[in-house]
């Protein structure tokens, strides 16, 4: 019996690595579109609750497409060995999704001064589907943070460059992924009103 070479383990963890991130994120394409699905049902079935978009949703909308941009600046960074830079832009990137996850509570907080609730005796399905929506894409996004988180925490003990950017490609395709996500889940919610 012969033993991998640490070359050989780190193709191997590369090949799997990227196709069940892929396995995982058309999963949650498949959730969101059975979710966007059934809201286009239940708007039809009338009874639906007219509402201002949270003006917080734009700001969020412009702070995550950044934070795609600084996202790239890590790959970048780590890709030329330029270790500080990685440190830096995956800081920035991590504080960016967490200035998006304030806007997303903010904007909750407006629709309840709306009075648009999750559930309840005064609640709506046009609420309802507001928050699950834009709810599950959150859930999705600390999932994002805390690898980013990981990423930032490898980089601080200069565990990456341009031999080793598995963890950093990976993260990077994820933060897209929710990125494009919001970006599809934004319209949808804006058009679909």
């Not at 708007?43 to 950044?66: C, E, H, N, R």
């Amino acid at each position: 019996m012969s033993t991998l070479s640490l070359k050989e383990k780190k193709e191997i963890r590369e090949k799997s690595a990227k196709p069940l991130l892929w396995l995982g994120m058309v999963s949650m394409v498949m959730i969101f579109a059975g979710l966007t699905s059934a809201y286009v049902v239940r708007k039809g079935k009338g009874d639906w609750l007219q509402f201002d978009m949270p003006q917080l949703f734009y700001v969020s909308t412009a702070v995550i497409l950044l934070s795609s941009v600084t996202m790239n600046w890590v790959l970048s960074a780590a890709k030329k060995n330029d270790l500080k830079n990685t440190k830096l832009a995956a800081l920035i990137t991590f504080t960016l999704g967490l200035v998006f996850v304030i806007c997303q509570f903010k904007a909750w907080g407006s629709l309840v001064d709306q009075k648009v609730f999750f559930a309840g005796k005064y609640s709506n399905a046009a609420g309802s589907y507001m928050y699950i929506l834009t709810g599950l894409h959150l859930a999705h996004l600390i999932g994002g943070m805390i690898a980013l988180g990981w990423v930032w925490i490898k980089s601080m003990a200069n565990k990456y460059n341009s031999e080793n950017l598995l963890g950093i490609r990976l993260c990077a395709i994820f933060w897209h992924f929710l990125d494009v996500l919001w970006i599809f889940l934004f319209l949808f919610l804006s058009l679909f009103r």
